[in-house]
């Protein structure tokens, strides 16, 4: 049983577009909505994260967008660069839970 | 800054073999946590230790053991390993349960079975 779904599997976007990744869920019980960078041969890392009482959280290039009533969050990367290359993965966490269920992950490739 | 430390990097097994995969942390985090990546898959949960002393099943933990032997360390044993086992296994880390809680990832172990 999916309990995140995200979307799309892969990308490519040119240097300096916009890349959008998405995700879904089901449990309203969730309250917390992070997103994790993984490159190649490394364990993925914290990107940024969002509470369900805010709408969109910015840091530098990456912006998550949260809809509560929707069940649905994304991650916008403004002037995508190289660097950004990855795997990304959306992820929501249970209230008072230990468990972080993740989404299927996008891989991400930003044309030079 | 050693983080979460996973050992060993890569293994080859044979079918039926058994093999601990280990796992340190070195924040002093109560929970810890097995995970497996798959291609398509994303990261499913394999067992979690949610304090020293306490584990639980996760979303996929057939044929699997774990042993929380103490707060910084956390293990996966494979008693008879079978193909379908063939993964990257993460382990991770959090400061405790609820709210923001970041996790920690090492840096996998990269297993075949064959």
């Known amino acids: 049983q999916q309990q995140v779904k995200q979307s799309p599997q892969s990308l490519i976007v040119q240097k300096g577009g916009i890349s959008i990744i998405n995700c879904a869920y089901e449990?309203?019980?969730?309250?917390?909505f992070p997103w994790y960078q993984q490159f190649p041969g490394k364990g993925p890392a914290l990107l940024i994260a969002?509470?369900?009482?805010?709408s969109e959280k910015k840091e530098g290039r990456f912006t998550i967008s949260f809809n509560k009533s929707a069940k649905q969050f994304s991650l916008h990367i403004m002037d995508s660069q190289p660097g950004d290359s990855a795997t990304y993965f959306c992820?929501?966490?249970?209230?008072?839970?230990?468990?972080?269920?993740f989404g299927a992950g996008t891989r991400l490739f930003v044309k030079a | 800054n050693a983080g979460v430390t996973q050992t060993p990097k890569f293994q080859v097994l044979k079918t039926g073999q058994s093999m601990t995969l280990q796992c340190a942390q070195d924040?002093?985090?109560?929970?810890m946590y097995w995970y497996r990546q798959d291609p398509g898959m994303g990261l499913r949960l394999i067992y979690y230790?949610?304090?020293?002393?306490?584990?639980d099943k996760g979303e996929v933990p057939n044929g699997y053991n774990v042993s929380r032997l103490n707060k910084r360390e956390f293990s996966l044993r494979l008693e008879s390993a079978a193909p379908s086992q063939t993964s990257v296994y993460f382990c991770?880390?959090?400061?405790?349960?609820?709210?923001?809680?970041?996790?920690?990832f090492g840096q996998g172990t990269r297993l075949t079975v064959v």
């Open positions: 991770a880390s959090t400061p405790g349960g609820g709210g923001n809680t970041e996790a920690f």
């Open positions: 449990n309203t019980a969730f309250d917390y």
């Open positions: 969002i509470r369900p009482d805010v």
């Open positions: 992820a929501v966490r249970n209230t008072g839970g230990f468990k972080t269920i």
């Open positions: 924040m002093n985090h109560n929970s």
């Open positions: 230790s949610a304090s020293e002393g306490t584990t």
